[in-house]
């Protein structure tokens, strides 16, 4: 039989465990807890999930701000028990698994976090998301003898052609919405697409974002559904522009606790598309093309 040829990925989250990435699980619910429990944990611990566990605190569902927003469109009780809005089971790995598995996993099934398993069978001691991984490949960088954040602190430069930019790691388009728009049509939009939806003024500039975060907050404190837009949303917009080097975005984003920046081209005002740390962490090695090179080999077996 001949050589069979198979192509196999190779990069840096390959050599990298998810135990090296977890961090602590942040809001932890009995499942008979009520879900204005889970809107305020999630707020309080700026996160976008609680894990729900049974009487033996056996992990056996998930509530992210997904679900919870989709509870505010739907008008239920923000006092209902949490178990009737809850998925289950939660996706699970194990401290060993590498971090690309891990990360084949969350983009698979589409979700931005994996509980991780400890000794004792379905009992979770971490979990895994997307900041996790782009921290951890932050902090590989500085490591890094080809570093663009370490050449940048020595003086240096590295040549532009070394350079990720954010056009190249960026999701091209918006999802937005005037400021008069209800909640209800920015909700129906996000279950859509996902993300967070930017808001324009009168004169078609941005002037606000309305994230799943300030919804499930607007649920809390009994805003109705129907409120317009700029009761809710946030502002300033935090933007970047598309020729930024993505090492520099996402230092800014770590540093800002944000999960997202929106794109520009040419001026603030003319946003393009978004940046978020997941897209970032599916670019699968460090800010720079030293190690994107070895991504992928063709091997003989």
Do not use: W
């Not at 009780?77 to 809850?86: C, F, L, S, V, Y």
């Not at 004792?120 to 003898?145: K, M, N």
């Not at 002037?207 to 837009?229: F, Q, W």
Request: some cysteine; hydrophobic content about 40%; charged content about 20%.
């Amino acid at each position: 039989m001949g050589a069979m040829m198979k192509r196999r990925s190779r990069n840096v989250l390959s050599s990298l465990r998810v135990r090296q990435a977890m961090s602590r699980i942040a809001v932890l619910l009995p499942r008979d807890a009520m879900i204005e429990a889970a809107v305020r944990g999630i707020i309080k611990n700026k996160t976008d999930a609680a894990l729900i566990t049974n009487d033996r605190y056996e992990a056996i569902g998930v509530v992210s701000t997904t679900d919870l927003m989709y509870a505010y469109y739907a008008g239920v009780p923000i006092g209902t028990h949490i178990e009737a809005i809850m998925r289950s089971p939660p996706l699970c790995c194990l401290p060993d698994d590498s971090l690309d598995s891990a990360l084949d996993a969350m983009r698979n099934h589409k979700v931005s976090r994996l509980y991780v398993l400890g000794d004792i069978p379905d009992h979770a001691i971490g979990v895994l998301s997307y900041p996790d991984i782009v921290g951890l490949l932050y902090r590989y960088c500085h490591q890094c003898e080809f570093s663009t954040i370490r050449h940048k602190n020595q003086g240096q430069a590295l040549p532009a052609q070394d350079l990720l930019s954010v056009c190249e790691v960026m999701e091209p388009g918006i999802l937005s919405f005037r400021e008069t728009d209800s909640l209800l049509a920015i909700m129906e939009g996000l279950s859509v697409r996902g993300g967070t939806a930017l808001i324009m003024d009168a004169g078609n500039r941005p002037a606000g974002v309305v994230s799943k975060t300030d919804l499930i907050l607007a649920y809390r404190h009994g805003i109705p559904s129907s409120s317009e837009a700029s009761t809710v949303m946030s502002a300033p917009v935090r933007a970047c522009d598309k020729e930024e080097p993505l090492a520099a975005a996402i230092q800014k984003m770590i540093f800002s606790d944000l999960n997202l920046f929106f794109v520009y081209k040419g001026n603030p005002d003319n946003i393009i598309g978004v940046l978020s740390l997941a897209d970032a962490a599916r670019v699968r090695s460090g800010s720079c093309r030293a190690c994107i090179s070895s991504r992928i080999e063709i091997d003989d077996s």
